[in-house]
């Protein structure tokens, strides 16, 4: 049954229920993708003691440093966490939690959460600090550790477009974490740049099906920065 009742008017409508110590997901990848209303919203809730995953930690004034900036966030687990200062600053002083995991270790443990596999064997980290404290086998002469699956309560992404059900599509270099971090939350968050009716995306080009969201808005005055701006080598 279609049903339309997801739709919010802002960010601020659609993230009510966060509350203090919660477990929160973002897609995004570097300040690509990044669900930037919702950031800006929960930084306006004060919600804070957050733990929050995410491929990359923002810069200072931009994405997820907007909320280590008010020091809302507890604790990061993040692949990159870039050249944020602040994130080094409050981490160096022990202020901040910070778990770091390998690139591709980071998406399949957002995958399983989202496919319901509690945990899974990768090489990735064997032999170093990664593996520390977690089972060790031996398959076909290579060893592996065991990975546990990442959920969040909250899970939030940032997609091209969206209709009143949920269904999305990620545009280009967005459809990076944003896909897997969709299928993991609880409660998960779409903002969209267009929002439209049902029916009026092609099946074939939708990259998260709507029953993953739970909720979902236009968003509005993005930004789209780049990083590290490159224009002659």
Same mark, same amino acid.
């Given at each position: 049954? *279609?049903?339309?009742?997801?739709?919010?008017? @802002?960010?601020?409508?659609?993230?009510?229920?966060?509350?203090?110590?919660?477990? =929160?997901?973002? #897609?995004?990848?570097?300040?690509? #993708?990044?669900?930037?209303?919702?950031?800006?919203?929960?930084?306006?809730? #004060?919600?804070?003691?957050?733990?929050?995953?995410?491929? @990359?930690?923002?810069?200072?004034? =931009?994405?997820?440093?907007?909320?280590?900036?008010?020091?809302?966030?507890?604790?990061?687990?993040?692949? %990159?966490? +870039?050249?944020?200062?602040?994130? /080094?600053?409050?981490?160096?002083?022990?202020?901040? /939690?910070?778990?770091?995991?390998?690139?591709?270790?980071?998406? /399949?443990?957002? *995958?399983?959460?989202?496919?319901?596999?509690?945990?899974?064997?990768?090489?990735?980290?064997?032999?170093?600090?990664?593996? !520390? #404290?977690?089972?060790?086998?031996?398959?076909? +002469?290579?060893? %592996?550790?065991?990975?546990?699956?990442?959920?969040?309560?909250?899970?939030?992404?940032?997609?091209?477009?969206?209709?009143?059900?949920?269904?999305?599509?990620?545009?280009?270099?967005? *459809?990076?974490?944003?896909?897997?971090?969709?299928?993991? +939350?609880?409660?998960?968050?779409?903002?969209?740049?267009?929002?439209?009716?049902?029916?009026?995306?092609?099946?074939?080009?939708?990259?998260?099906? +709507?029953? %993953?969201?739970?909720?979902?808005?236009?968003? !509005? @005055? %993005?930004?789209?920065?780049? /990083?590290?701006?490159?224009?002659? @080598?």
């Amino acid at each position: 049954m *279609r049903r339309t009742d997801k739709v919010y008017a @802002n960010a601020e409508e659609a993230i009510h229920g966060v509350k203090d110590g919660m477990f =929160f997901l973002f #897609g995004g990848f570097g300040l690509c #993708g990044i669900p930037e209303n919702c950031i800006l919203a929960l930084r306006n809730s #004060g919600v804070k003691n957050l733990t929050c995953v995410s491929n @990359n930690a923002g810069v200072d004034d =931009f994405g997820l440093g907007l909320l280590l900036k008010t020091r809302q966030i507890k604790k990061m687990i993040s692949s %990159y966490v +870039g050249e944020n200062e602040m994130f /080094e600053r409050q981490f160096l002083n022990q202020e901040l /939690e910070v778990e770091l995991i390998p690139q591709g270790t980071l998406a /399949e443990r957002l *995958r399983s959460g989202g496919a319901g596999i509690p945990a899974f064997y990768t090489p990735a980290g064997v032999g170093t600090l990664v593996a !520390t #404290g977690k089972e060790e086998r031996e398959f076909e +002469g290579r060893r %592996y550790i065991l990975e546990k699956w990442i959920r969040g309560d909250f899970a939030f992404v940032k997609a091209w477009k969206g209709d009143k059900f949920g269904n999305l599509i990620f545009r280009k270099t967005a *459809r990076n974490f944003n896909p897997m971090v969709a299928t993991a +939350g609880k409660i998960t968050i779409a903002e969209v740049e267009e929002l439209v009716e049902i029916g009026s995306l092609d099946p074939d080009n939708i990259h998260t099906p +709507g029953v %993953y969201v739970q909720r979902i808005f236009q968003g !509005t @005055n %993005y930004q789209k920065r780049i /990083e590290n701006l490159t224009v002659r @080598n």
